[in-house]
Protein backbone atom coordinates (compact mmCIF):
# COMPACT_ATOMS: atom_id res chain seq x y z
CA UNK A 1 0.00 0.00 0.00
CA UNK A 2 1.43 3.59 -1.40
CA UNK A 3 1.63 5.79 1.37
CA UNK A 4 3.40 9.68 1.13
CA UNK A 5 3.54 11.82 4.06
CA UNK A 6 4.28 15.82 3.32
CA UNK A 7 6.12 17.68 5.30
CA UNK A 8 7.78 20.82 5.78
CA UNK A 9 5.33 23.85 4.92
CA UNK A 10 3.97 26.39 6.95
CA UNK A 11 4.33 30.83 6.21
CA UNK A 12 7.04 32.10 5.61
CA UNK A 13 7.75 35.90 4.14
CA UNK A 14 8.68 36.70 0.37
CA UNK A 15 11.91 36.15 -0.76
CA UNK A 16 12.61 33.44 2.10
CA UNK A 17 13.23 29.23 1.87
CA UNK A 18 11.39 26.27 3.16
CA UNK A 19 12.27 22.86 2.35
CA UNK A 20 9.60 19.93 1.99
CA UNK A 21 9.34 16.25 3.03
CA UNK A 22 7.38 13.31 1.66
CA UNK A 23 8.31 10.19 3.50
CA UNK A 24 7.22 7.46 1.19
CA UNK A 25 6.27 3.45 2.29
CA UNK A 26 4.86 0.34 0.71
CA UNK A 27 6.68 0.15 -2.45
CA UNK A 28 10.34 0.10 -3.85
CA UNK A 29 11.31 3.75 -3.10
CA UNK A 30 13.54 4.34 -6.27
CA UNK A 31 11.47 2.49 -8.63
CA UNK A 32 9.21 4.31 -9.29
CA UNK A 33 9.50 8.67 -11.02
CA UNK A 34 8.34 10.97 -8.44
CA UNK A 35 6.74 14.56 -8.28
CA UNK A 36 5.73 17.56 -6.91
CA UNK A 37 2.33 19.44 -7.66
CA UNK A 38 0.62 22.25 -6.15
CA UNK A 39 -2.52 23.41 -5.57
CA UNK A 40 -3.76 27.20 -5.07
CA UNK A 41 -7.80 27.89 -4.59
CA UNK A 42 -9.83 28.28 -7.17
CA UNK A 43 -6.69 26.97 -9.31
CA UNK A 44 -6.13 23.37 -11.46
CA UNK A 45 -3.17 21.08 -9.85
CA UNK A 46 -0.17 22.05 -11.09
CA UNK A 47 3.00 19.78 -11.53
CA UNK A 48 6.41 21.60 -10.55
CA UNK A 49 8.94 19.29 -10.74
CA UNK A 50 9.95 15.34 -11.33
CA UNK A 51 12.94 12.98 -10.39
CA UNK A 52 13.22 9.78 -12.29
CA UNK A 53 15.25 6.12 -11.02
CA UNK A 54 18.40 8.14 -12.30
CA UNK A 55 17.80 11.12 -10.74
CA UNK A 56 17.24 13.27 -13.49
CA UNK A 57 14.98 16.26 -12.95
CA UNK A 58 12.28 18.17 -14.69
CA UNK A 59 10.67 21.53 -13.46
CA UNK A 60 7.72 23.41 -14.45
CA UNK A 61 9.14 27.17 -15.99
CA UNK A 62 7.39 28.84 -12.85
CA UNK A 63 9.71 27.59 -10.26
CA UNK A 64 12.75 26.63 -12.39
CA UNK A 65 16.31 28.00 -10.89
CA UNK A 66 14.44 28.63 -7.61
CA UNK A 67 12.98 25.11 -6.62
CA UNK A 68 15.22 21.78 -6.24
CA UNK A 69 13.63 18.07 -5.82
CA UNK A 70 15.76 15.44 -4.63
CA UNK A 71 15.67 12.18 -3.01
CA UNK A 72 17.32 9.76 -0.29
CA UNK A 73 16.92 6.55 -1.03
CA UNK A 74 18.09 5.08 1.99
CA UNK A 75 15.48 7.47 4.09
CA UNK A 76 12.72 7.39 1.13
CA UNK A 77 12.20 10.33 1.19
CA UNK A 78 11.36 12.88 -1.24
CA UNK A 79 12.23 16.90 -0.89
CA UNK A 80 11.53 19.85 -2.36
CA UNK A 81 14.17 22.79 -1.66
CA UNK A 82 11.91 26.30 -2.07
CA UNK A 83 13.97 29.36 -2.65
CA UNK A 84 13.29 32.79 -3.19
CA UNK A 85 9.67 32.26 -2.68
CA UNK A 86 6.95 34.85 -4.29
CA UNK A 87 3.24 35.02 -2.78
CA UNK A 88 2.04 33.48 -6.17
CA UNK A 89 4.00 30.19 -4.58
CA UNK A 90 1.62 29.85 -1.89
CA UNK A 91 -0.54 26.67 -2.72
CA UNK A 92 -0.77 23.00 -1.14
CA UNK A 93 1.91 21.43 -1.89
CA UNK A 94 1.52 17.34 -2.83
CA UNK A 95 3.83 14.59 -3.76
CA UNK A 96 3.00 11.71 -6.13
CA UNK A 97 4.25 8.98 -6.75
CA UNK A 98 4.47 7.86 -11.11
CA UNK A 99 2.41 5.01 -12.39
CA UNK A 100 5.55 4.56 -14.67
CA UNK A 101 8.38 2.91 -13.12
CA UNK A 102 11.87 4.25 -13.81
CA UNK A 103 11.17 7.54 -16.02
CA UNK A 104 8.91 9.85 -15.84
CA UNK A 105 6.79 9.30 -19.12
CA UNK A 106 4.05 11.51 -18.54
CA UNK A 107 5.96 14.98 -17.11
CA UNK A 108 4.76 17.18 -15.20
CA UNK A 109 0.96 15.76 -15.88
CA UNK A 110 -1.21 15.02 -12.77
CA UNK A 111 -3.10 12.31 -14.74
CA UNK A 112 0.20 10.05 -15.07
CA UNK A 113 0.22 9.58 -11.06
CA UNK A 114 -1.77 7.58 -8.89
CA UNK A 115 -0.19 7.88 -5.17
CA UNK A 116 -0.79 10.89 -3.66
CA UNK A 117 -0.02 12.63 -0.11
CA UNK A 118 -2.56 14.57 1.80
CA UNK A 119 -0.62 17.86 1.04
CA UNK A 120 1.49 19.95 3.24
CA UNK A 121 0.67 24.18 3.23
CA UNK A 122 2.91 26.80 2.05
CA UNK A 123 2.08 30.44 2.75
CA UNK A 124 3.75 33.20 1.87
CA UNK A 125 3.21 36.54 2.29
CA UNK A 126 4.46 40.18 1.02
Known amino acids: QVQLVESGGGPVQAGGALRLSCAAS????????MGWFRQAPGKEREGIATIDSFDRTKYADSVKDRFTISKDVNKTTLYLQMNSLEPEDTAMYFC????????????????????WGQGTQVTVSS
Open 26 to 33: GYSFNKYC
Open 96 to 115: ARSRAIYVCTSGLEAFGYDG
